[in-house]
């Protein structure tokens, strides 16, 4: 797999040398797994970074409301579903530990998220059959007001672990 390299059309809209890998495929387990790497080229400047990974699931938008989340938080998310379900995201702090998601028809997703994703949006569009469960690593905005600092020759490593578990 080759790697994303800044160049001079990369440095016109983010001006730093930088070295982007993303590693993903399905392990042993049946699960998939996305590694997330990007290395500050720079010699003397700190490097902002704010990923963000945007899974769409499959859903019956009637079947949306019966969507369960069984971590830290997702009553909330629950509770919510009126705002989600139309387009606006609702964010919760990532609990740190493996979340799980039932869906009607199709399973238990659990979900192994790393801590620099610091938040999880869930949201969906009006009428459509989908919905998101998102982790970023900051709020809208992140990149610039709060982002993730690279230190010059550093690099900041991100995980990503889905796995369905059938009802």
Not at 10 to 23: A, G, R, W
Not at 84 to 108: L, Y
Not at 117 to 136: A, H, L, M, N, R
Request: charged residues 30%; glycine residues 8%.
């Amino acid at each position: 797999m080759e790697n994303l390299k800044s160049d001079a059309s990369t440095k016109e809209v983010f001006p730093y040398d930088f070295e982007l890998s993303v590693n993903s495929g399905f392990d042993n387990d049946g699960s998939f797994n996305m590694v997330q790497s990007v290395k500050n080229l720079e010699k003397e400047k700190d490097m902002p970074v704010s990923f963000g990974l945007h899974p769409y699931f499959k859903v019956p938008h009637e079947s949306k409301k019966d969507v369960k989340f069984n971590f830290e938080g997702g009553k909330e998310i629950e509770e919510k579903f009126d705002i989600w379900a139309n387009g606006k995201a609702v964010s919760i702090d990532n609990p740190g530990v493996p979340i799980e998601v039932s869906v009607p028809g199709t399973g238990t997703l659990v979900f192994d998220i790393s801590k620099e994703y610091k938040k999880i949006w869930v949201w969906s569009q009006p009428g459509e059959d989908f919905f998101c469960v998102e982790p970023v690593m900051r709020n809208k905005g992140g990149l610039v007001d709060d982002p993730e600092n690279v230190k010059p020759n550093g690099t900041c490593h991100t995980n990503f672990n889905i796995k369905l578990k059938e009802d």
